[in-house]
């Protein structure tokens, strides 16, 4: 069964940067495109960003545009989420997953396997 983790989370200040990591195990990481999803309190499951199984392809909602980058090694089973320029308002669980081919990559459906997440948090 694929299992992914996390890691990288912490405690940062507004206009710090943080690295998040994800390690996918148990299946062939380089036929599923990946994801970064977050939820903050209160708020539903929000999309990220989104990298392609070849890593060619990256999509980022409008929110992080700009400020975070998703990346992936599929020698080392693991994608990145790089955030630069921290809010508060980014403050959330941040969670890994993965999927296949799909033309949605910003809809929460389209991913079948999902981590246990990472805690942001970003003090003004």
């Known amino acids: 069964q694929v299992q992914l983790e996390e890691s990288g989370g912490g405690l940062v200040q507004a206009g710090d940067s943080l690295k998040l990591s994800c390690v996918v195990s148990g299946g062939i990481f380089n036929v599923y495109g990946m994801g970064w999803f977050r939820q903050g309190p209160g708020k539903g499951r929000e999309f990220v960003a989104s990298?392609?199984?070849?890593?060619?392809?990256?999509v980022y909602a409008d929110s992080v545009k700009g400020r975070f980058t998703i990346s992936r090694d599929n020698a080392k089973n693991t994608v990145y989420l790089q955030m630069h320029s921290l809010k508060p308002e980014d403050t959330a669980v941040y969670y890994c997953?993965?999927?296949?081919?799909?033309?949605?990559?910003?809809?929460?459906?389209?991913?079948?396997?999902w981590g246990q997440g990472t805690q942001v948090t970003v003090s003004s």
């Open positions: 997953a993965g999927r296949r081919i799909t033309t949605y990559v910003t809809t929460e459906s389209s991913y079948v396997f």
């Open positions: 990298i392609s199984s070849s890593g060619l392809t990256e």
